[in-house]
DNA sequence: GCACATATTGACCAAACGGTTAATAGATTG
DNA sequence: CAATCTATTAACCGTTTGGTCAATATGTGC
């Protein structure tokens, strides 16, 4: 020891190009987090290091614990984009002005298993952070309140199916049919990202209208 | 060096017991494997570890390493025997001799959600299965297999069913109406995983036959 | 009771990981 | 243009991982 065993970019070895501000802090944070996002639907949650995001980002995985302190807040961050951007439910104004309840219904039901059937990747990501969320309470509460935001929507359209006709059988309850509802596209969504190919959209909507009798 | 530095156990380091044959084969490779079970169920598929498998079943990680060559030969075992008990279905003698197709999809349905509510865990592992085998084409093949039986199964009873009573409307199909059987057990299978508390069976099943019109 | 196959252990290794830090390039400000 | 702040890099560290291996204990056949 004595004199070498210094840290740091040693300055003979380097190429041209090195530090300096470049680019805006948001729009690094955005550029680290595409990677992650890209990084996670490669390699799944458990496989993102914070070095492979570094790469794909094309930076080194020091300047990612720059902008984000820690992997788990970078994870973190990433899970506030994929519920921001897939959005488990967003009722558009188009559909919730539609005035028939079971038309409703029936329009956000096609609408959600066109979304599933065309983000599958997004849709595994999200069922990936559910699966961390199983071990991981933070993760699971965010996560769960989305879902329950997603049943509600639901439950109003039910609840105002049955009032208008009541009588459908013995234990039939909004809640009852909007958990049926959400299950269904939960299936249609796990369908959707195993067999992709032969998830057949039209097929479905035919049987289901077909069972509920909606001509 | 010249005489230290060489490996294995120190003979004056030891406690009492060590190796030796103690326990057959298979005993062993079983042992190994619910424990990897055990710490999959705990930690996930991702966060499964070679060493703590072999902790959780009081051995050495080396041993582990003796039984499985490799830990995707452990991971590939696991997966085998999760496939195999929880079968992804098994359609029992009693409800395969039900003579109405109708009833005995209804029976079906009953068993796999009762089956489903009862053993979330072990869904849960064959979702992380799943999840994985979106990045790995072996296990990938696998799973898709054993839910193309799946699938299978249901289908030759909708086609029983359209064949009692054809005219249920325009696009439903055999195909289509297996295809939302499944999707609808596999959604239950999701919301039995992610709120169990919340997932009641008989309010489900009210709400399906009341939408069939099965009385 | 000795040879031999089989189990079993702990030490060891290289690779990869998350995280920290000294050095430094560039922009900002006075 | 010098001081200062921010962004960026590569080296480094401690830990954990999958995997290998020599040593060793135990049963089996002869």
């Known amino acids: 020891?004595?004199?070498?065993?210094?840290?740091?970019?040693?300055?003979?070895?380097?190429?041209?190009?090195?530090?300096?501000?470049?680019?805006?802090?948001?729009?690094?944070?955005?550029?680290?987090?595409?990677?992650?996002?890209?990084?996670?639907?490669?390699?799944?949650?458990?496989?993102?290091?914070?070095?492979?995001?570094?790469?794909?980002?094309?930076?080194?995985?020091?300047?990612?614990?720059?902008?984000?302190?820690?992997?788990?807040?970078?994870?973190?961050?990433?899970?506030?984009?994929?519920?921001?951007?897939?959005?488990?439910?967003?009722?558009?104004?188009?559909?919730?002005?539609?005035?028939?309840?079971?038309?409703?219904?029936?329009?956000?039901?096609?609408?959600?298993?066109?979304?599933?059937?065309?983000e599958p990747r997004r849709i595994r990501l999200f069922f990936e952070f559910w699966a961390l969320g199983t071990r991981h309470a933070p993760t699971r509460a965010r996560i769960s309140a989305e879902l329950d935001r997603y049943r509600a929507a639901f439950r109003t359209m039910t609840a105002a199916m049955l009032d208008r006709e009541p009588a459908r059988g013995a234990g039939v309850t909004a809640d009852g049919l909007a958990a049926v509802a959400v299950s269904f596209v939960n299936g249609c969504a796990v369908q959707a990202m195993i067999d992709p190919a032969h998830f057949d959209i039209e097929q479905y909507l035919a049987s289901v209208e077909g069972i509920l009798g909606w001509s």
């Open 1 to 118: 020891m004595g004199e070498a065993a210094i840290r740091g970019p040693k300055r003979e070895e380097r190429g041209d190009s090195m530090p300096g501000r470049k680019a805006p802090e948001a729009t690094r944070r955005e550029q680290i987090l595409k990677a992650a996002y890209e990084v996670a639907l490669t390699k799944g949650i458990d496989g993102l290091t914070v070095r492979a995001v570094g790469a794909r980002a094309k930076l080194s995985h020091g300047l990612v614990h720059f902008h984000f302190k820690s992997k788990a807040q970078l994870v973190s961050a990433l899970l506030d984009w994929v519920l921001a951007t897939t959005a488990v439910l967003h009722v558009p104004a188009v559909i919730a002005h539609i005035p028939l309840a079971q038309d409703r219904l029936r329009a956000l039901l096609r609408q959600e298993m066109d979304r599933l059937a065309k």
